[in-house]
Each structure stands twice: as C-alpha cells, then as structure tokens.
C-alpha cells in the first residue's frame, strides 16, 4: 500500500525542501523511492534523514507541485530538519539502507521519533480528487495528454460535489499548471 505523504529535507546547507510523496511500509521500515535526478533523493543521500508530513491540507501537495508555498516549518524534534507546522502528524525518518536502481532507487527509512498533533478527521472526495490531480500534474512529461485529460475531468465530478474553499484553491492550481503545460507545448501559451 502507498501512503500519501509530504516529505521534507534539508540539503547540506539547511535548506529545505518540501514535496508529496507516495510512501510504502514494509515490516517497520518506511519506502521513499524518488525518480533520478531528484532535489529529496540528493538531500536525504547528503543528509541521512527526512520528515514524513501526515496532512489533510490538499492546498500543501498541490502547493508543493505548482511552486505555491501555503504552509510555515518547524524544526524537527530529533533529526535536523523540519515539519510542517500544521501537519496531522510527522514521523522523522533515518535512512537505514539503499536499494540501487538506475532510475528509481528505494530509500529504506526507520521512524526513530514520531508525534500526532491533531486528529485525522478522514478525507473527503475532493481532497483525493486534488492529491490524484496532483500526482498526474507532476507527471506531465511521463503521462500521455489524453490520459491525464480524461483523469482530470473524471476527478472534477468529486471536485464539483464535495469540494471545500482549499480544495478548490488546490484543485485550480493544479489546472492551471496543466493547461500552461499543455499550451507551452503547442505554442499558445500566452504568458
């Protein structure tokens, strides 16, 4: 099973880095397996470590992938790094072991601290919808057009009967990121 997660790094300077990411547990270990090249794999090779954001703000995955910052950090409680301030829950993660890939290695992280800070209410339809949108958007250069289209329009039906003032913030992000994409790369984009 893959877990919808945000995974902030830092590299070897302290900057962060802040991403969605699909996280698999296996026995007690967590399974972070970023793409090549990739800003979380660098970081966590140079640093050991990460943080694994439990959140219910879709705004923070769809933020995360159109470059729009909607949440502050905090320092992580035993690991350097951070948190998001307003996460659900965050475990801080240390890297144990790598399984080499040529494209997409597997990260095998240990939880040595983890804190709940507020309880998990459950997700709506439309706070999917925006983290399956999320996934496609991030995607683009992977997924054929007429794929993600199609995925779009059949997620907008949970959007237009369930979504909240985040979700539809997230939600039109992530559109528009698409549609610049799409028209870059015919050449109508106007921006």
Same mark, same amino acid.
């Not at 992938?65 to 307003?86: C, E, M, N, S, W």
């Given at each position: 099973?893959?877990?919808?997660?945000?995974?902030?790094t830092?590299?070897?300077?302290g900057?962060?880095?802040?991403? =969605?990411? /699909?996280?698999?547990?296996?026995?007690?270990?967590?399974?972070?397996?970023?793409?090549? %090249?990739?800003?979380?794999?660098?970081?966590?090779m140079?640093? *050991?470590?990460?943080?694994?954001?439990? !959140?219910?703000?879709?705004?923070?995955?769809?933020?995360a992938?159109?470059?729009?910052?909607?949440?502050?950090?905090? =320092?992580? !409680?035993?690991?350097? /790094?951070?948190r998001?301030?307003?996460t659900?829950?965050h475990?801080? #993660?240390q890297?144990?072991?790598? #399984?080499?890939?040529?494209?997409? %290695?597997?990260?095998?992280?240990?939880s040595?601290?983890?804190? !709940?800070?507020?309880?998990f209410? /459950?997700?709506?339809?439309a706070?999917?919808?925006?983290?399956?949108?999320?996934?496609?958007?991030?995607?683009?250069?992977?997924?054929?057009?007429?794929?993600? #289209?199609?995925?779009r329009?059949?997620?907008?039906i949970?959007?237009?009967?369930?979504?909240?003032?985040?979700?539809?913030?997230?939600? *039109?992000?992530?559109?528009?990121?698409?549609?610049?994409?799409?028209?870059?790369?015919?050449?109508?984009? *106007?921006?």
């Amino acid at each position: 099973m893959i877990y919808e997660t945000i995974i902030s790094t830092i590299d070897t300077n302290g900057k962060p880095h802040v991403t =969605p990411f /699909g996280v698999q547990k296996k026995d007690n270990l967590y399974v972070i397996a970023p793409f090549k %090249p990739s800003t979380t794999l660098e970081n966590i090779m140079s640093t *050991q470590c990460a943080v694994m954001n439990l !959140t219910d703000d879709v705004r923070v995955f769809a933020g995360a992938i159109v470059h729009q910052q909607v949440y502050d950090l905090l =320092p992580a !409680t035993k690991l350097q /790094g951070f948190r998001l301030a307003t996460t659900l829950a965050h475990h801080e #993660l240390q890297l144990v072991e790598v #399984l080499e890939d040529a494209e997409r %290695p597997h990260l095998l992280m240990q939880s040595i601290y983890q804190e !709940t800070h507020q309880p998990f209410a /459950g997700f709506n339809r439309a706070q999917a919808a925006v983290i399956e949108l999320a996934v496609l958007a991030s995607r683009l250069s992977r997924l054929p057009q007429e794929k993600i #289209l199609s995925e779009r329009a059949y997620l907008q039906i949970a959007i237009d009967k369930t979504a909240g003032e985040r979700e539809l913030q997230a939600w *039109q992000w992530l559109v528009e990121k698409i549609d610049n994409y799409y028209a870059e790369q015919t050449g109508l984009n *106007q921006a």
